[in-house]
């Protein structure tokens, strides 16, 4: 599987703490390597995840950079595949046989106002429908297009806890 | 397509109001007609939804409901196959090819405590990854899935403007 790190923009770490969390739980659910917020360290958001990692299996790694583009121009330089997701891009179902060959890639999330630097640095500008969307599930159906649902099946290290799938009901095994 | 209908229990509506929007936005976005929130009109929820629909193209009708169990129940006698969304429950990519052949299927959102009535319900207990994870993103998938990723090219009737994909920047016309 293809080594995948999420960039997040945005600065309103703490008015978005229900979104980041969620981009958390998705990240790490869908065998991302890391998620790097935007911003100065917010421990609750982190250990959130940590707290995840802890029960369920090791997973994604977060944290926080006060140079988000020099994250991004890094990752770059380093071989990453540089995806943007903007409700302005060309469809992932158009792009993804491309963009599964890099075995780095690096996801960077928008929002509202993204400085056109980032349209340029993306090696591509990638939409879900062309429609206002939620992020988080964006990010979900790229990572599920990338992985081609390999990830649903991604086994997670350590941990103390794992779900036995069932029809009806609910049952949570000690590993 | 498949008509599909989606049901979100809880009834935080407004401290979740975040998480909300951004369910309205993906059932809208990935071609669903309805989606049910439990509990009492909150007209803010409803009118972010209708506002995108104007400007965007009609889509997903919004409404709330007091007696949500009873919603499912009359969905599962018009026919409607219920797909419960759990945790729990089997792989989606398992179960996906029976749930394809319904014509008509609700699909719902539980949360933290969902009462066992809703299992014992639902045809199918379905999981995406059996990980902690966001239900906005599970929707996303599943519903990707169900649609085989024909839902990225839905055409939305009326509305005032749309998008035309591409490379870099942003291009939006009106319609």
């Not at 790490?28 to 890391?34: D, Q, S, V």
Request: charged share 35%.
């Amino acid at each position: 599987m293809q080594e995948i790190i999420v960039i997040r923009l945005g600065e309103r770490i703490i008015r978005d703490y229900r979104v980041n969390t969620h981009l958390g739980l998705v990240a790490r659910a869908l065998g991302c390597k890391e998620l790097i917020f935007q911003g100065s360290e917010y421990k609750e958001l982190r250990e959130s995840v940590e707290k995840v990692n802890e029960h369920w299996g090791q997973g994604l790694k977060v944290r926080f950079s006060e140079s988000i583009y020099g994250e991004a121009k890094k990752l770059k330089a380093k071989g990453f595949c540089i995806i943007h997701l903007t409700m302005y891009g060309k469809q992932i179902t158009e792009k993804v046989k491309e963009i599964r060959k890099n075995k780095k890639i690096c996801i960077i999330l928008g929002g509202e106002k993204v400085p056109r630097e980032y349209y340029e640095l993306a090696d591509y500008n990638i939409s879900v429908a062309n429609q206002p969307h939620s992020e988080i599930a964006a990010l979900a159906i790229v990572l599920h297009e990338i992985f081609e649902g390999k990830e649903l099946a991604t086994k997670f290290k350590k941990g103390k806890i794992k779900i036995e799938p069932c029809e009806k009901g609910k049952k949570v095994v000690s590993k």
